[in-house]
């Protein structure tokens, strides 16, 4: 049983090697008609003192539907760190709740300026939705938030080439979550792994 796990687990990375080194049928990141996907994760900080933290971890895709010029979707899961209700009531205790969950997808455009083989500089920006399991904020300016939010994010974003079908790709995001009074001002970063089709 040991030597299947190892042999599954030495094809499996045999198999990603040989992905990432697979030439590409277009060559230069931005080229119209390609596609990718590109798992990734981020960490923001907020601009609140009711949310502390929140961590992404998901994946996005896009086509280039003309060169330089992408559409695509992004999918992810949320974890957020954010104070408890109880704070804010006199008779209250509680501390930080620490476990708000949470999903969302963001319908997203991205403009290259700059794109060739080895190096692409984009600015993007989308909207979306979170479905959280509890209100985000919490309690913020004597309001509670809500359990589904609108999203707005807008990147600034480079990705690196490393193989002809794979690249790093790295971005700066300001994200609004909830167009309504209380809403969260995320600040922070996403990093993933690209790969072209």
């Given amino acids: 049983m040991r030597k299947m796990r190892m042999r599954a687990m030495l094809t499996a990375i045999a ?5 990432a080194a697979a ?8 080229d119209a008609g390609t596609f990718y996907l590109t798992p990734e994760a981020g960490v923001y900080g907020t601009a609140q003192k009711s949310v502390n933290v929140i961590a992404t971890l998901g994946a996005s895709a896009g086509y280039f539907v003309a060169p330089g010029f992408s559409i695509g979707l992004e999918a992810l899961g949320y974890y957020i760190n954010q104070r408890d209700a109880r704070d804010y009531v006199p008779l209250g205790g509680g501390g930080y709740h620490g476990d708000v969950g949470g999903f969302g997808s963001n319908f997203l455009v991205r403009y290259y300026p700059v794109h060739d083989d080895a190096f692409a500089l984009y600015i993007g920006t989308g909207i979306g939705v979170l479905f959280a399991g509890d209100r985000v904020p919490t309690w913020e300016n004597g309001s509670r938030g809500y359990y589904t939010n609108a999203t707005l994010p807008v990147d600034l974003g480079v990705t690196f080439g490393l193989t002809e079908s794979m690249s790093l790709e790295l971005a700066a995001r300001y994200q609004r979550i909830g167009f309504q009074n209380p809403g969260v001002d995320a600040f922070g970063g996403r990093a993933g792994l690209r790969f072209s089709f």
């Fill in 15 to 19: 198999l990603a090697f040989g992905l």
């Fill in 23 to 30: 030439p590409s049928v277009f060559a230069g990141m931005g």
